[in-house]
């Protein structure tokens, strides 16, 4: 609870100094009119800058009722459908390769040429070996074939009783020994063919090819490099569709389920969120973490999730009751009392809703407005929002500039509308992506004044 405090304190902070060089840069805004006045679509305004100058700007957004998504927000890691490593199934130096780093291809495309002499060498001789294992085996059968006709004779004439007893039975031993010599150089046959099978196969293997299609990537071939059956040279994996995995533990798995609707987050497209559901889930836990794998699948047309790279998944895994609704960024607590609440602005007779601009726009400041601080105890807690009691529905509360009102006797504000949508844009934003708004935001108000 602390450090989500610190880091809600710390992002209004910032965004809080984006939004004073915003209502500084307006003073001097030739729209407004000459004696310091609002800009159009605000009545009233009174006042010149002299007047003015103590009275804060700060941001606001409306509440609302709603239920807030309860979620688990888990760390995901992204692989490539398709995904595998390429290994060489034989050794040997590379002669040619024939893809490299981001090219795409097909199954049983070339990716690399292994030097084949030996691997010829070695397949001719299997070739003769079978040759010789055939002549064999045809010998072996026409001696066999032989000794047969000479059982057959000797058989007629035992018959007849014109041959012995004895040399009945020695033909007989002779054309089994026959039969079993003809059985070994089958065997040997088929023991050479299989061998001449396996030196072709280790030829064919002499060309890497790719056993999926998808894009290459991670190459570690080069012209030369002698390699072996360890050697991985290559990533193949189809970036048209990734997978993500993430860990889920024992608990999790009392409310988490496949099916369920997630969001994905990165650090590198803030402003994006990706949208699929849990596909799979192993039901076995490893002995070890106690800890099982969820997937998700995503599509991904544009290339914007990358194979390796890690994102934040939240899981949404049901609602909570109906509440008055408010950015966590809204949620103010007094460092003085230590009381959390958050300030309520009075926009009695004054349209604000007409005047909802992002924080990049032109910077549209309502005239001074009352302000209040108004206790409210959090009654359900999300990453982005939560439901509070203490206030109702449609009241306005700062989101932003809160340290503004905090400091002295502050009961006014000069306000701006802000939409829950870049509201909450603005708590994923990280503090490197906050000092480009204030920066940029400052060299416009340098160049405005120059």
Do not use: H, K
Not at 145 to 155: D, G, I, K, T
Not at 390 to 404: A, R, T
């Amino acid at each position: 609870m602390i450090s989500r405090l610190m880091y809600r304190s710390a992002q209004l902070l910032l965004v809080a100094a984006a939004v004073t060089m915003t209502a500084c840069s307006s003073d001097d805004d030739p729209g407004r009119g000459a004696s310091g006045g609002p800009p159009g679509g605000f009545p009233g305004g009174g006042g010149g800058r002299g007047g003015e100058a103590q009275i804060p700007s700060v941001e606001v957004v409306q509440t609302e009722i709603g239920a807030l998504p309860l979620e688990e927000r888990l760390t995901g890691r992204v692989i490539a459908r398709n995904q595998t490593e390429i290994y060489p199934e034989v050794g040997g130096p590379i002669t040619e390769i024939f893809v490299d780093d981001g090219d795409f291809v097909r199954e049983g495309d070339p990716l690399v040429q292994i030097r084949d002499s030996e691997y010829i060498e070695r397949y001719q001789q299997a070739a003769s070996g079978l040759e010789v294992a055939q002549a064999q085996r045809r010998q072996a059968e026409a001696q066999l074939e032989q000794l047969r006709n000479q059982l057959n004779r000797v058989e007629e004439l035992s018959t007849r009783q014109l041959e012995t007893t004895a040399n009945l039975e020695s033909i007989r031993a002779e054309v089994a020994v026959a039969e079993a010599t003809v059985d070994v150089r089958r065997s040997q046959e088929n023991q050479a063919r299989s061998q001449m099978e396996e030196r072709r196969l280790d030829l064919q293997r002499t060309t890497v090819t790719a056993p999926t299609s998808g894009r290459v990537g991670q190459r570690n071939a080069e012209r030369g490099q002698l390699t072996n059956t360890g050697t991985r040279l290559f990533l193949i994996g189809d970036l048209t569709e990734v997978r993500v995995e993430i860990s889920l533990t024992e608990r999790m798995l009392n409310v988490i389920d496949e099916g369920m609707p997630v969001n994905i987050y990165s650090d590198f497209w803030p402003s994006t969120i990706l949208r699929s559901e849990i596909a799979r889930i192993s039901p076995f836990l490893d002995t070890g973490t106690l800890r099982t794998q969820g997937y998700i699948n995503v599509e991904n047309p544009d290339g914007l999730m990358r194979s390796g790279m890690f994102v934040t998944v939240d899981v949404l895994y049901g609602q909570t009751e109906q509440a008055v609704l408010i950015p966590n960024g809204a949620l103010y607590r007094n460092p003085r009392t230590g009381e959390e609440g958050v300030y309520v602005v009075d926009a009695s007779g004054v349209d604000l809703t007409s005047s909802i601009n992002s924080l990049e726009g032109a910077p549209v400041l309502s005239p001074p407005l009352p302000v209040r601080f108004v206790p409210v105890e959090v009654i359900a807690g999300g990453r982005m929002a939560s439901g509070v009691v203490g206030i109702e529905e449609g009241d306005w509360v700062v989101s932003v500039g809160q340290n503004l009102l905090s400091s002295g006797n502050v009961n006014q504000a000069r306000v701006r509308v802000m939409d829950w949508d870049r509201m909450l844009q603005l708590q994923r934003m990280q503090s490197r992506d906050l000092f480009d708004v204030i920066d940029n935001r400052s060299r416009q108000a340098q160049s405005t004044g120059s």
